[in-house]
């Protein structure tokens, strides 16, 4: 028998024994790792496989649950129906947690099942919190913006109660009031500086946008609204009784308003109502600030511009003057504008008088509905939601909310939006003809034969998010005036 080398044979065992360590430590490695991506799955090779079974099972289930409510509901509408559920938010955010908390359970369990004796004791913990990390770090986010989403909805709503019946289940249309206020730290009181009704089709999303002029005189007033006692024959005595002054004379007389907390809104609200012969359903109120806010976390808007807007400006006897030192315009073109610049594009005056400013007011909201990115719109949620909660108003009951967030889905994906110009055509602001009016708005949302939409010309907006172009155009001017609604792109 040949003489023992143990030399030999202690070598040997080191290298197998450092070959069992490699294969333990890759084991801990690829298990724990594999129970971070898919939950559970890293516990199958071990004795804990029951426990690891049960976790993959259930993630199995509710993922297919959740592909299952999205491919019946579509992704973007599925998530606009639970994000405006109050009662359904609170429950993501507890299951949230729930899951959360499970999955890393089966991340701790992988490791330490796996673990090889011996040292690198603080690496594999380390390893094993990061992976805990990537789990718990989306999760987080998840619960921040449900938490903030559901504070928005109550907010909004006022707490109303989910059991509040749709009010236009039933009906052909829904007529929503838009108004953007132009109240602020600076101001005294509430002027709703831009008016417009939205009328929307329940079943086809097809829309017609009204704009009403700020300054008409002699507006109706309603014999059911309380101020019709001090104005029996409409809001009337000469220029200084305007439309856009009807929400600060409701809140001068509270004592006709008793138990209202907003007969401003109501005001205005049954006024327009009165002028267009429509019933206003719902209304949404949103200030200068707000507004703002909203194109910003949109990435901004695709404005087909078709005359020069000044910006930091106004009239002076006659003459436009910019109140800084630099004269700052939007020329003429496709161009992408940011809130301020979709605001003042809204908004100015000077150099073009209130019709042609209704009709940029118009284009503006059309682009809003029609490029609206709900993953733009989710990126920037956390700071959108802050302005929104102070800055807009709406009186839609929390049962509604999953109805309309259906709604609009229908209106940007096969709906059309039209608008109405009532211009010096139909009006003069000084002697509407508010019997015209109604017969003109009538006309316009009866429905009409179906007709191929156009296709869109290289001037038309889009809803990318470009970098901020000047493209002039060699002869640009808005659309003549019309009594006659209108395609919402071609007025555009």
Request: aromatic share 6%; proline share 7%; with cysteine.
């Amino acid at each position: 028998m040949p003489p023992r080398d143990d030399a030999f044979e202690d070598d040997l065992d080191d290298d197998l024994d450092d070959a069992d360590g490699r294969e333990d430590t890759g084991r801990f490695f690829g298990l724990t790792a594999l129970s971070t991506l898919i939950p559970g799955a890293g516990l199958l090779p071990t004795r804990r496989r029951g426990y690891g079974l049960a976790l993959l099972l259930a993630a199995l289930l509710v993922g297919a649950l959740a592909l299952f409510y999205l491919w019946r509901k579509g992704l973007v509408a599925g998530a606009l129906d639970l994000a405006v559920r109050p009662r359904v938010l609170v429950g993501l955010i507890v299951a949230t947690v729930a899951v959360a908390l499970v999955w890393c359970i089966g991340i701790v369990l992988t490791a330490r099942e796996t673990a090889p004796r011996g040292p690198g004791r603080e690496w594999r913990v380390a390893f094993a919190a990061l992976c805990c990390l990537l789990v718990v770090a989306p999760a987080a986010t998840a619960v921040r913006y449900l938490s903030i989403q559901h504070g928005v909805i109550r907010v909004l709503t006022n707490d109303s109660d989910e059991a509040t019946a749709n009010a236009w289940a039933d009906k052909p249309r829904v007529n929503v009031l838009l108004l953007g206020s132009d109240a602020g730290k600076d101001r005294v009181g509430v002027r709703t500086d831009s008016m417009m009704v939205a009328s929307i089709d329940t079943k086809t999303g097809n829309t017609v946008l009204f704009g009403l002029p700020r300054n008409l005189e002699k507006v109706p007033i309603p014999s059911s609204n309380p101020l019709s006692k001090l104005y029996p024959n409409g809001y009337d005595c000469g220029d200084e009784c305007l439309l856009n002054g009807v929400w600060t004379l409701a809140t001068e007389h509270p004592d006709l308003f008793p138990g209202d907390t907003n007969p401003g809104l109501r005001t205005t609200r049954d006024v327009i109502a009165e002028i267009l012969g429509l019933d206003i359903d719902r209304s949404l109120v949103v200030d200068l600030r707000g507004f703002q806010a909203l194109v910003n976390a949109m990435g901004g808007v695709d404005i087909n511009v078709k005359e020069r807007v000044c910006v930091r400006c106004h009239l002076v006897n006659g003459r436009t003057e910019f109140t800084t030192d630099k004269e700052e315009w939007i020329e003429p073109g496709l161009q992408h504008l940011d809130g301020f610049h979709a605001l003042w594009y809204a908004r100015s005056r000077a150099g073009s008088d209130d019709f042609s400013r209704m009709r940029r007011q118009r284009c503006v909201t059309g682009a809003i509905l029609d490029q609206a990115n709900p993953t733009e719109l989710l990126r920037n949620y956390p700071a959108l939601a802050k302005v929104v909660k102070d800055n807009v108003t709406v009186d839609i009951p929390t049962s509604e909310l999953p109805a309309w967030a259906q709604l609009i889905g229908t209106v940007q994906s096969t709906g059309s939006i039209r608008s109405l110009p009532i211009t010096n055509k139909v009006v003069r602001v000084g002697n509407p003809d508010y019997d015209k009016i109604r017969s003109l708005v009538q006309a316009a949302i009866t429905p009409r034969p179906a007709t191929p939409k156009p296709k869109p010309t290289t001037a038309s907006p889009t809803a990318s998010a470009t970098p901020t172009t000047t493209t002039p155009s060699s002869s640009p001017s808005p659309s003549e005036p019309t009594d006659e609604v209108e395609d919402l792109a071609a007025t555009c």
